[in-house]
């Protein structure tokens, strides 16, 4: 999705457009760690700025994991041979009770053997923001032997990204500037009308994000027969 659809999105494109140019521009630069409410915005802005930066910057890779598949970095960072800079996306990451692949990311984060000599950055979205369950955390609490040890083995993984960028729940007149903003960008007229279908729409859903927005948006084109610009 273009950018210009994000409404309320302006500061956290702009800390991401700012990070990939210094990455790009062999300055410092942060991995990423961008979390908070689903539907908010989190992945969208994210393909939306790589999809713009790939477009002026052939050097530039983009390799999307899937969260499931993070223990297969290592096999990546030694059976291909990356020229280029690298730029990694994994999507809605998580870490669940027992799981204990996030102590080999977290090393990876700081520049292991595997990817030491590579210009390589990480993007991370996820609606947690130490990556795991607060139950996990808490457990800690009460089962390790030294808590304090117990619980900085849980977070420090999140404070491996340098930058967090965080994304939280929008006002009903944030998510009506949104679906308005859709209408615009197809010149179609939002009345009284519509603005009460896409309010029913929230209640019905039980949420309010910009991905209810812009799916209140597709099922009203759906049913007055408008294909989509976007």
Known sequence: MDLKYLKGLDHQIDLIKQNTKSFLSDLPY??????????????????????????????????????NDINDLPHIFLNY??????????????FEQNDRSYIQFKSILEGSFYNNNL????????????????????NERSTAISQD???????SLSDRFGLW????????????????????????TFNNLEKKESLK????RGNRTGRSAFQFFKNYCSINKIKLKI
């Open 81 to 94: 041979n990356f020229k280029d800079k690298v730029i990694i996306f994994i999507d809605d990451l998580s």
């Open 165 to 188: 960028i965080s994304f939280h729940n929008i006002t009903k007149e944030e998510y009506l500037e949104i679906v308005k903003n859709y209408f615009a960008s197809h010149n179609i």
């Open 30 to 67: 942060n991995h990423a760690l961008l979390w908070g409410v689903r539907g908010s915005g989190k992945s969208t802005l994210l393909k939306g700025v790589l999809k713009d930066t790939i477009n002026i910057n052939k050097n530039l890779k983009i390799l999307e994991v899937n969260s």
């Open 149 to 155: 040890e117990g619980i900085e083995e849980k977070v």
């Open 201 to 204: 729409w929230i209640f019905s």
């Open 119 to 138: 210009n390589v950055l990480f993007y991370v979205t996820s609606n947690r923001r130490h990556l795991m369950k607060r139950d996990m955390i808490d």
